[in-house]
């Protein structure tokens, strides 16, 4: 049987308000084939390391495969994610999850187009990555490689400034679990829909109101992931979307499952990547 291992960590203080959540994940090999390998969009960027074994992961319908000691930067995803280790083995891997304040701080490049993509880190910085996963290769313990991770971010972090206008909004979608509309938006910062748009499309790769929809969906599969039974679920429902065919449609966009029908396919990878 496939045994895995979440293990937090804590980010260091210069990063931890663009820092969702930041962990190490180890597993004893693959799961079986005929389990579900899911991983539900959560509006968040990520930042991977394969220190033992590669990753293997299916956006849509596109493979994208992260062999050892590689790092790799994933844009927003907004279709569920199949994601597998390389090779039938230990697996190691560390993450970093951007949240939507924090990406853009780090990293200069068009988040357009690394939406929904999973892309090497050489071919986003070149040889400086190249040099940071040697270092990263030679580090004899996770511990090293973390402390090497995060100087790393510090350094970038030193080289950005923030944007108010942008952040403001992010908060507002944030604090309002993704209700907050874009008319309403519009109001509070004397912005139009159209500026805002160009200006996460900048920062974050997609619009707000895609947004609003990723963050609301993330706050009812929560719950959904962390065992609360969807007869249970349909009674907060109301709360997020008009009827329950509303939310069935972005259950279904989100996870390409029902909710039936992922209940009774839920293991241990897609709960605890969602809820860890």
């Not at 400086?128 to 270092?135: D, I, T």
């Amino acid at each position: 049987m496939t045994t895995f291992r979440f293990n937090p960590v804590i980010p260091h203080p210069l990063l931890s308000p663009y820092i969702a959540k930041m962990w190490v994940f180890e597993s004893s090999g693959r799961l079986p084939a005929g389990d579900r390998k899911l991983i539900v969009p959560n509006a968040n960027f990520k930042l991977t390391l394969t220190y033992r074994n590669g990753i293997v992961a299916r956006v849509g319908d596109k493979d994208f495969i992260q062999g050892e000691n590689k790092l790799s930067l994933t844009g927003l995803i907004d279709s569920p994610v199949i994601l597998d280790s390389q090779e039938d083995a230990q697996t190691g891997t560390i993450i970093i999850e951007f949240n939507p304040l924090g990406a853009y701080r780090f990293f200069h490049l068009s988040y357009a187009e690394v939406k929904n993509q999973i892309v090497a880190m050489e071919d986003l910085i070149g040889h400086y990555a190249k040099n940071l996963e040697s270092q990263l290769a030679e580090a004899n313990s996770v511990t090293l490689k973390l402390q090497q991770l995060q100087n790393f971010l510090i350094k970038l972090l030193e080289k950005t400034v923030h944007d108010p206008i942008y952040d403001y909004c992010i908060n507002r979608i944030s604090y309002s679990r993704g209700l907050v509309s874009v008319a309403q938006l519009e109001k509070e910062t004397g912005y139009s829909s159209r500026w805002l748009h160009t200006k996460f499309s900048e920062h974050l790769g997609t619009g707000p109101k895609n947004l609003s929809e990723i963050v609301r969906f993330k706050s009812v599969y929560h719950a959904f992931s962390s065992g609360v039974n969807y007869q249970i679920l349909k009674q907060q429902i109301y709360h997020h979307y008009h009827d329950q065919s509303h939310f069935i449609r972005a259950f279904k966009r989100f996870t390409g499952a029902t909710p039936t029908e992922l209940q009774n396919s839920m293991n241990e990878l897609s709960t605890k990547n969602f809820t860890s």
